[in-house]
């Protein structure tokens, strides 16, 4: 055998290649065919294949000659490729086939006559308008169904009644405009109407939905959260609708109810959601509260009430909230934060406040803290007192406000400080600053700073990164360090040094 050829077969058996893999694609095992930009299904296919994957390319239509040597195929997904038509009967002989996928196609119909051991079908992104009944006959092991961003404008419940097995069903992105019921599914554990036009939802819907975890309804236009929901209920989600007024008397037997999902709506006010006693998330950004909400279920975990009309934070809307670790108050108009409002959240960590009216660090925050955000506030100062408890914060989000010193005092005391946000405020770039800045720098802390306002011969020059303003401290803090040697009378080795590393943008003050 002549050398070339020896080396062809080694690169082709340490590639997977195969000698009958069809032109533009590739078969990285005896199983496995992966083909792009084709013009139609190869008929060269290896007959051991299980497993075909077709992508960008230029099939109009599929028909049963295309399968006739791949009855070993498990897996057929066929995305984006233009294909508008399915013949009659064309998967009908792939028995083995489990998984049909035409993603991102321009598909009329669902393909009729599907084998029936077939166990996900996705026809996402095509141009469905219509379920028929005859589409989903006879697969009863069929198990994830998904029909997003087609043209179905209604459904009939008894359209999907053969689907005994059916746990997945997902026909979000349609023009579905109403529901009838009941919907006859009782392994369903999954549902996602997303971005329909639903404007109500029958309550005889859910009858036989009585494994159903996970409900989605966001997008719709629906003003009211439909009733008799199934007690197996997980998480919710009715985002960006119109609701007014939630009825959580309504819903008290959702008792294994733990996420519910209510932002971009209508809502004014929240009361009486300790009704689901087990919700450990809750959230309601995007709406209209002036208040917080009244009574929630002491197991809460996560609070979202950013974006709305807030203007207090009291004592009493946290007093039984021990589990609460994320708190997100941004982006609202709070100006009053009673002083140990959280102290009873002795598992918070994360506490979103910018974008309010404060003037001040909130008093007796809970040790626990992590990440503080305080961002475009009006606060001032920074006062030792506001932040001496926080032992464990590690981000402190100070952006945009109205601060002009940096006391050294107040920060001295949080020892896991690894990010220090301060740009966007008006600095008095004093050399003191320059010292608090460097001693946190010494100690790990990221300072990220900003533009001077005072004095006048040092505004708009970055936050102490001035190669004159280093010069101008440099010869201060010597002379400070020569008053202080002269009064103490110190010894050489106790005297404090002062090192300078110049880079391009700044002088890095080191002390020891």
Not at 137 to 146: I, P, S
Not at 291 to 308: E, F, I, M, V, W
Not at 316 to 332: A, I, M, T, V, Y
Not at 353 to 369: A, D, F, K, V, Y
């Amino acid at each position: 055998m002549c050398l070339p050829l020896v080396l062809f077969l080694l690169l082709s058996l340490s590639e997977g290649f195969s000698p009958n893999c069809p032109g533009r694609c590739s078969c990285e095992s005896l199983q496995l065919v992966q083909c792009y930009r084709l013009t139609e299904v190869p008929t060269s296919i290896p007959a051991t294949t299980k497993r075909l994957f077709i992508s960008h390319s230029k099939i109009k239509h599929l028909q049963l000659s295309n399968f006739t040597q791949t009855l070993a195929l498990e897996d057929f997904i066929l995305l984006a490729s233009g294909t508008e038509s399915v013949e009659n009967d064309t998967f009908k002989t792939l028995s083995t086939l489990k998984t049909l996928e035409l993603w991102k196609n321009k598909l009329r119909r669902v393909p009729t006559v599907l084998p029936a051991n077939l166990e996900v079908l996705k026809l996402n992104d095509n141009s469905i308008p219509i379920l028929h009944g005859s589409d989903f006959e006879g697969l009863k092991k069929l198990r994830v169904l998904e029909l997003k961003n087609n043209l179905i404008s209604s459904f009939s419940p008894s359209v999907l009644s053969s689907l005994v097995s059916l746990q997945s069903l997902m026909l979000d992105g349609n023009n579905m405009e109403s529901v009838a019921g009941p919907l006859t599914l009782p392994r369903l554990t999954q549902m996602s109407m997303e971005n329909n036009k639903l404007h109500l939802i029958p309550g005889s819907f859910f009858t036989s939905l009585q494994s159903l975890q996970f409900l989605s309804f966001s997008g719709n236009l629906l003003t009211k959260i439909p009733s008799n929901l199934p007690k197996s209920l997980i998480s919710l989600k009715m985002e960006r609708n119109q609701l007014k007024v939630v009825r959580f008397r309504e819903m008290k037997h959702l008792e294994n109810l733990s996420h519910l999902y209510l932002s971009e709506n209508l809502l004014s006010s929240i009361d009486g959601a300790q009704l689901l006693a087990n919700l450990i998330t809750l959230e309601l950004s995007q709406n209209q509260l002036q208040t917080l909400p009244l009574r929630l279920p002491a197991r809460l975990q996560k609070l979202d009430c950013s974006n709305n009309l807030i203007q207090r934070v009291t004592v009493q809307d946290f007093q039984d909230l021990r589990d609460l670790k994320h708190l997100f108050l941004d982006n609202n108009i709070v100006s009053l934060f009673e002083a140990g409002a959280l102290q009873r959240c002795s598992q918070l960590s994360n506490l979103a406040l910018e974008q309010n009216l404060l003037l001040s660090i909130p008093l007796r925050l809970p040790g626990t803290l992590a990440r503080l955000d305080l961002k475009g506030n009006v606060i001032q100062d920074i006062a030792e007192r506001e932040l001496k408890d926080l032992k464990q914060l590690q981000v402190l989000n100070l952006r945009n406000n109205k601060i002009s010193a940096l006391d050294l005092k107040a920060l001295e005391g949080l020892p896991r400080l690894r990010h220090l946000y301060l740009d966007g405020n008006p600095w008095n770039c004093t050399c003191s600053l320059l010292r608090a800045r460097e001693v946190l720098k010494a100690k790990g802390t990221d300072v990220r700073g900003g533009q001077c306002a005072a004095p006048a011969e040092r505004l708009g020059e970055s936050w102490m990164s001035s190669k004159k303003i280093m010069r101008q401290c440099e010869q201060h803090l010597r002379m400070t360090e020569k008053s202080k040697d002269t009064k103490k009378k110190s010894k050489p080795e106790e005297q404090i040094s002062l090192r300078i590393n110049m880079d391009d943008d700044y002088y890095d003050y080191e002390i020891d």
